[in-house]
């Protein structure tokens, strides 16, 4: 085990290979041959780490890893400048197969992934307890969670960070997210769908989405950091609220888009405007890349052309109306 410090320690309880075929249109019942297949490590937390790394920070993925799948993952970050932090595990990592056509549209194929022993769980808790005694500037706990882990799984995840004097992020969904919430995370990102679930109404405006986020931040939250697809993101903090976004893309792939958008918010440093618009540039560029590959300086560079922030956008704009 490594005693460096990494910048970010990500945790990823369900990772995954991810497989991208892109195909000029999908029609179901079909026979197809793709136009462009590729292969990458999968799972919120790697790609958040696989992000951060390319640009220079150093980071660490902790991850249950069995079988042979869980050899290729372990090798495909190797690469990629990521310390790979494995769990073993008895069973097989998933693998995860998008289909990306010509016009941006995705279509995701999501294993459910292998089931995790209490003790499997009780080894990973172990691993993060003891990669937290190197003092990580941040703790990112994402994704799904596979069958047989707790639900509170994420939530726990930010109690030993708390513990630990350690920054925390969540990007998870479901219950699952509603449980992370409770433990008080310094950063929450949901996206518009995950966020409403949570909420349990339907956020139309951006009065909806800030009063949303609000009630996150009333359940013990600090930064609420919604990502809108397309329409960019909104960050809530105690400070204010703001809204970053920039010109219209044409996607070439959405798949961990948003992951990026974590890492880019979590790589920036400096007052809330400033990590916001860094967190959207991050995801624009993302989106442009193939399959879930992760964006560089330099096309994150490109990304941030055009971003604009707007501190207390109208509360009466629809999500989908929200541009520069």
């Known amino acids: 085990m490594s005693a ?3 910048a970010v320690l990500t945790v990823t309880p369900n990772p995954s290979i991810d497989r991208t075929l892109e195909l ?47 050899d290729r993952l372990v090798g495909l970050l190797a690469p990629q400048g990521v310390e790979v932090v494995p769990v073993a595990i008895a069973g097989t990592v998933r693998t995860n197969t998008t289909v990306v056509e010509a016009d941006g ?3 995701k194929l999501n294993e459910p992934g292998p089931v995790l022993g209490a003790e499997e769980v009780e080894a990973l808790e172990r691993t993060v307890r003891a990669r937290l005694t190197v003092g990580p500037r941040w703790l990112a706990s994402s994704g ?20 630990a004097g350690t920054r925390t992020a969540v990007d998870t969904s479901g219950p699952a997210l509603a449980a992370a919430v409770q433990a008080g995370p310094d950063v929450v990102k949901p996206n518009l769908e995950e966020l409403a679930e949570l909420v349990a109404r339907e956020l139309a405006t951006v009065g909806d989405v800030r009063a949303a986020a609000a009630d996150l931040r009333a359940r013990g939250c600090g930064d609420v950091l919604v990502s809108l697809g397309e329409a960019g993101a909104l960050l809530a903090t105690a400070e204010g609220t703001w809204w970053a976004g920039g010109p219209p893309l044409v996607p070439r792939s959405t798949v961990g888009a948003g992951d ?12 809330a405007p400033r990590r916001l618009a860094t967190a959207v540039a ?12 992760v964006p560089g300086p330099e096309q994150t560079r490109a990304g941030a052309e055009g971003v604009r922030v707007v501190e207390n956008p109208d509360p009466e704009t629809p999500v989908k109306d929200l541009q520069p």
């Open 4 to 6: 460096a410090r990494p």
């Open 24 to 70: 000029d249109v999908l029609t179901r019942g079909e026979v197809h041959r793709a136009r462009g297949a590729g292969e990458d490590a999968g799972g919120k937390g790697v790609n958040v780490a696989r992000a951060l790394a390319l640009h220079g920070a150093r980071t660490a993925a902790v991850l249950p890893c069995g079988g042979l799948d869980g």
């Open 105 to 107: 549209t995705t279509t």
């Open 144 to 163: 799904s969670l596979p069958p047989g882990a707790p639900v509170d799984l994420h939530a726990r995840l930010v109690r030993l960070g708390r513990a």
């Open 260 to 271: 990026c958008t974590l890492a880019g918010y979590l790589s920036a440093d400096g007052p």
């Open 282 to 293: 991050w995801g624009r560029a993302a989106v442009l890349l193939p399959g879930s590959t």
